[in-house]
C-alpha cells in the first residue's frame, strides 16, 4: 500500500460500481486499473457489478449502436468480464477481496429472469445488484428527452415514478438480489419535470421498500447521485429514515465507471447516513480459505 493510501476502515466496502471501459460501452478503463484505484483508495473489499448485457437489440444505448455493436457483442463482453473478474479475485488475493457480481436488468420483461438466472449459474458470481433502468422499456436515467418520451407515454411524471417503483418492487419480489441498486433513481433527470416525491410516488416507494425488506436485499447508498445533480446519494433521505424504521441494511456504492470514480463520494455517503440516524452498514466479504472462500454478509459499525 502506498503511504498517502488512507487507513482500512472496515465499513468502507462498495458492492456497486466497478464499471470498466473494458466490458461497459460508457465506462473507461479497464478492469484491473479500476481494482488498483480500489487499493489506493483504502478498500480492503470491493465488489464490482459489471451491467448484464441487455438481450433485445432494442434496449442498444445510442453510443453502442453508434459503435455497431449488437446483441451478441454485448453478450461476449459479460462472458469476458465473468472471466477477467475471476482471474482479478486470485491476482489480487492478500491485497484486496474482490467480489464478483452483475447489475441485473429487468428487461426483456419476458425473459430477463430466467437470464440473470443463467448468468448468475453459468459464472458463478458472488450476488447480483438489481436495478431499474427502464419504464415502458424507456430509459428513464439517459438522456433527458428519453424521460420526456416515457412521461408523454404515461401522461404525468407521477405515473412514470409510480410505474418505476412497480416495477423495481416486481424485480425484487422475483429476483431477491442481494443489493437492490439506485433505489430512486426515477429521480435522477426529474426536476425540470415535477416531483417524484408526491403521495401516489411515495406510496409506491413504500411498497418497493416492503419488497426490499421482504427479500432481504441490501439498499444501495449510492454516491452517483452526487454527481449527478440530485444533490445527495441515492435514496433520498426520507427513503432512508423510512428504509431504516423498516430494518432494512444499507451498504455503500461508488457507482464508479471508470478508476477515476472509485471511492468518489463514499466519505459523504457515511456522513449522509450518520445525518440520517443510520449507525451501521452491512457488507460483503469472503470467509475461509483458498478456492472454498464463501462469502458472507454482516453489519458493521460507521464510527471509526
Ligand atoms: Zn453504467
Ligand atoms: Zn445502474
Redesign the pocket.
Known sequence: MSPAAPPIRPWRVSLHGG?SGEF?G??TGRLEEVLEAAVAAGFAVFGVSE?APRSAPRFLYPEEVERGWDVARLAADFAAYAEESRRLVERFAGRLTVLRGFEAEAVPAATWAAETAEHRRRHGFDYVVGSIHYVDEVPIDGRPEELARAIAGRGSLEAVAVAYYEALGAMIETLAPEVVGHFDLVRKLAAPFGSVDTSPARRAAERALEAVAAAGSILDVNTAGLRTGVGHPYPAPWIVRRAREMGIGFCFGDDS?GPGQVGAGIGTAREYLLGLGVREVEVLDREGEGGGMEVVRRRVGLEG
Open positions: 464499471h461497459c460508457h465506462a451491467h465507471h
